[in-house]
């Protein structure tokens, strides 16, 4: 299957920073990619959809201005947690779509974040 | 709207079986199936595509009601690895976006 590679796998950082966390499909093009986002004991959310080269659709109640999306290539996309603040704790997980259609979607391995 | 799992948890030995019900109050375009092990990313298990398909993965299987708006998934002689979350997920546009059921966790004991 596809492969989605995602940096880093954890990260702990201070309150009030921000932090970045990249996507990248390594053997295929990703047309769209999504983030997720899991609290323990929770199922996973979808945060957004990115399509390349275009601004990136949040769902409802998701800060765009807190979580900034980036996808500048068909290979990469990044998020980047603004002014982090312990609540954003989580784990926060991308998957990438080729294109094709009634196919599974194909994840990354999660980043677990934890702001202290 | 999240698709609703029942039961939430389970508690199964070694060679039981074990149906996770997956509900969804929109129509359903196909319904995928994901297990999850703490701290890890979902692994894919099946997609089903059109009401009335079922399909088997080893001893997993599941099938899809398009008209009910439902999946089940079923797992036969159950083993220690099958111990995980259980999640499944909706593909209202058919291009991979997926919202995730409510879960179920499953636990397999000796």
């Known amino acids: 299957g596809a492969v989605v590679s995602q940096h880093p796998s954890w990260v702990i950082c201070k309150s009030g920073t921000s932090v970045k966390i990249e996507c990248r499909s390594l053997?295929?093009?990703?047309?769209?990619m999504f983030w997720y986002r899991q609290f323990p004991k929770q199922s996973l959310m979808l945060m957004a959809t990115?399509?390349?080269?275009?601004?990136?659709?949040?769902e409802q109640g998701v800060e765009k201005d807190k979580f900034l999306i980036n996808h500048a290539s068909l290979t990469l996309s990044t998020l980047t947690v603004t002014s982090a603040h312990p609540e954003d704790s989580s784990f926060y997980i991308c998957s990438a779509s080729g294109g094709a259609k009634n196919t599974e979607a194909f994840f990354g391995q999660g980043t677990r974040l934890t702001v202290v | 709207q999240q698709p609703v799992q029942s039961p939430q948890a389970v508690i199964l030995r070694e060679g039981e079986d074990a149906v996770i019900n997956c509900s969804s109050s929109?129509?359903?375009?196909?319904v995928h199936w994901y297990r999850q092990k703490h701290g890890e990313a979902p692994v894919f298990l099946m997609i089903l595509l059109k009401g009335g398909e079922q399909k088997g993965h080893e001893k997993i299987s599941a099938s899809f009601n398009e008209k009910k708006q439902q999946s089940s998934l079923y797992l036969t002689a159950s083993q220690l690895s099958y111990s995980g979350t259980y999640f499944c997920g909706t593909d209202s546009g058919g291009y991979q976006k997926v919202t995730f059921g409510t879960g179920t966790k499953l636990q397999v004991i000796p």
């Open positions: 053997d295929f093009q990703a047309t769209t």
């Open positions: 990115s399509n390349e080269g275009s601004k990136a659709t949040y």
């Open positions: 929109k129509a359903l375009y196909s």
